[in-house]
């Protein structure tokens, strides 16, 4: 821990944090909050830019307690939930992420989505990478 204090301080890290995916993400947005609920989704399309396969591990936010990447699968002749654990994009592969399909759900959403606010998302890749982004909160009506 006192390394890496160190290298902080030497500005030695920088590069490290400066090499975030080669991923363009378009259309961010948040479902407003519905009364009487606490978890809500996370929508936007993602694309890889680079040459290399890359795998979405993970996300972040601080607006709700947990946060996971999910998608809907018809099972049974019913819609249901999945959480995907990893989800990968080959080079030029778009995915877009959208109410029926892969969202980011979120579990325990702090203070409720207004239309208008910004929710920051970090999406955390395989090889350590990580990008984050703002998304709007849409009006639901
Ligand atoms: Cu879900």
Redesign the pocket.
């Given at each position: 821990m006192q390394v890496l204090k160190i290298l902080l301080a030497l500005g030695l890290l920088l590069p490290i944090s400066l090499s975030a995916a080669e991923v363009e993400i378009s259309n961010p947005w948040v479902n407003e909050s519905i009364p009487g609920t606490e978890n809500g989704?996370g929508y936007f399309t993602i694309t890889n830019t680079g040459s290399s396969v890359i795998s979405i591990v993970g996300a972040t936010t601080a607006a709700s307690r947990a946060v996971e990447v999910?998608q809907h699968v018809m099972r049974d002749g019913m819609m249901r939930?999945r959480r995907v654990p990893e989800l990968t994009l080959e080079p030029s592969a778009t995915v877009v992420f959208q109410p029926g399909g892969y969202?980011l759900?979120l579990f325990g959403v702090k203070n409720a989505f207004k239309p208008g606010d910004q929710v920051e998302f970090t999406l955390q890749f395989s090889d350590g990478d990580s990008v984050s982004f703002d998304a709007e909160v849409r009006s639901i009506r």
């Open positions: 989704a999910h939930m969202h759900m």
